[in-house]
């Protein structure tokens, strides 16, 4: 369960709260007083009704709309053309409709470098049939073919082979920094490539690999800003990624970006949209071993877990398993990130998901006796999360040893993702007050998150 401050995520209308720093109940109090001006006096300021138009889907009367309305200078024209929610002031939407072309791959990382790293929202723009959408077509794609520049300069072998030397080092360093330290730098690499392929001249062969680049990057910001909470500019940038895999044809990639935007929806509550995520990228591989399938499948069963689909979830860890097993050297860069440790540690998730949590934490131990605290992000998020399930069992002794070990970890690295889990943790903490030693620990958490 995420809080209030941390429930900017699906519903636009969580995304007004937030950037005013409303919670439900200042939001009531707003409408009622905005209604009063309206001529209704009577107007109860009620938590639980800003809460169902938030979280359950009813509308709102067309008195609280416009005093809502008029609270954020929104026009009655535009409420009355706009349906609820779609008049409440969130900015542009991400843009899913590009050419599934090298005209459009480009198009896509021109739009962007220009705008993601500005944005500043908290919650998914893309849901629901957006997402279906999005994962059918991509499966129905055949790769298409990048044709020279027109003009520009002369793109060679050499000026690619440096931008991809720096790839392994980017991913090194978000996964022991976290994405904030790192989302910019990102960004510039692939601004580069951008400019190059928007005008420079090259290769039929020197255009797939500066797609390929321009997938790897952006799906590489795209995951850097999903860490650091920027959840609309990461979608923004798997988009383009996903474009351009496209059209460099690699479906493998595009496999990886689709995986990615499965767990973004793990995360905010949309287990439904996930699996349709986790299967379209499954799917795409094609049936690939190794560490990449073993990866897609334990996404998929993420998925069924966090959807509360036990049996599917262990199909899918069978799956997972067999495909591990199969790991080699000629694995993809991206997928080394999947060792032992990170598998251990996704079937105790899946476990907490579906309420198991004695199976959790024997696999979460198991993941940190053999996951290296170098990846300190990773490790934090392991300890975070047996913390939870240690408290959870009736543990607290082991939670707090747990939790003091994690701190230096948080400190180190610069994680959104990370700091909600410790907020879970510290709501767990709150239960035990009269504790001196969880009183303690909780304040521990206080300066890392």
């Known amino acids: 369960m995420l809080t209030e401050g941390a429930g900017a995520c699906t519903h636009p209308l969580a995304f007004v709260r937030a950037q005013r720093g409303w919670s439900y109940q200042r939001l009531a109090r707003v409408v009622a007083r905005r209604a009063r001006d309206l001529g209704v006096a009577n107007m109860a300021a009620e938590r639980q009704k800003v809460w169902r138009w938030e979280h359950r889907g009813v509308v709102p009367d067309r008195v609280s709309q416009l005093a809502l309305a008029a609270e954020l200078g929104v026009s009655t024209d535009r409420v009355e053309s706009h349906p609820w929610p779609a008049w409440l002031p969130t900015g542009d939407v991400v843009r899913t409709d590009y050419p599934w072309s090298g005209v459009g ?62 790839i392994p080092g980017l991913r090194l360093m978000d996964d022991r920094l976290g994405g904030e330290s790192v989302r910019r730098l990102v960004d510039a690499e692939l601004g580069v490539v951008t400019e190059l392929l928007a005008r420079g001249s090259y290769t039929e062969e020197i255009g797939m690999r500066l797609q390929l680049l321009a997938a790897e990057l952006a799906r590489v ?29 690699d479906r493998l990639i595009g496999a990886n970006i689709m995986k990615n935007m499965a767990l973004q929806c793990v995360d905010f509550a949309r287990p439904r949209e996930a699996v349709e995520l986790a299967n379209a990228a499954v799917a795409s591989a094609g049936g690939i071993s190794g560490r990449a399938g073993a990866m897609l499948q334990m996404r998929l069963a993420r998925a069924h877990a966090a959807l509360g689909e036990p049996t599917e979830c262990s199909r899918a860890l069978a799956r997972c398993e ?86 230096p970890l948080l400190e180190a690295t610069r994680s959104q993702r990370n700091g909600r889990r410790a907020e879970e943790v510290r709501r767990r903490l709150r239960r035990h007050a009269s504790d001196p030693q969880a009183r303690e620990v909780d304040q521990l958490l206080v300066r890392p998150t």
């Open 322 to 407: 067999t495909a591990f097993e199969r790991a080699t050297p000629q694995d993809p860069a991206w997928a080394g990130i999947f060792d032992e440790g990170a598998y251990a540690a996704q079937i105790g998730i899946c476990y907490i998901d579906l309420g198991h949590l004695a199976h959790a934490d024997r696999w979460l131990e198991q993941a940190l006796e053999v996951h290296s605290a170098v990846r300190a992000r990773d490790h934090a998020t392991y300890l975070l999360r047996r913390a939870a399930v240690q408290i959870d069992l009736g543990n607290l002794d082991h939670g707090c040893a747990l939790v003091r070990e994690v701190v």
């Open 221 to 249: 910001a795209g995951w850097a800003s999903f860490d650091a909470g920027y959840h609309t500019s990461a979608q923004r940038y798997w988009i383009a990624a996903l474009h351009a895999a496209h059209a460099a044809g």
């Open 105 to 166: 791959s480009v198009t896509s990382m021109i739009d962007v470098v220009e705008d993601a790293l500005t944005d500043r929202r908290g919650f998914l723009t893309i849901t629901g049939t957006g997402v279906a959408t999005l994962a059918s077509e991509w499966l129905k794609l055949e790769p298409a073919h990048l044709t020279a520049a027109r003009d520009g300069g002369q793109v060679d072998a050499q000026i690619v082979n440096r931008i991809e030397h720096n």
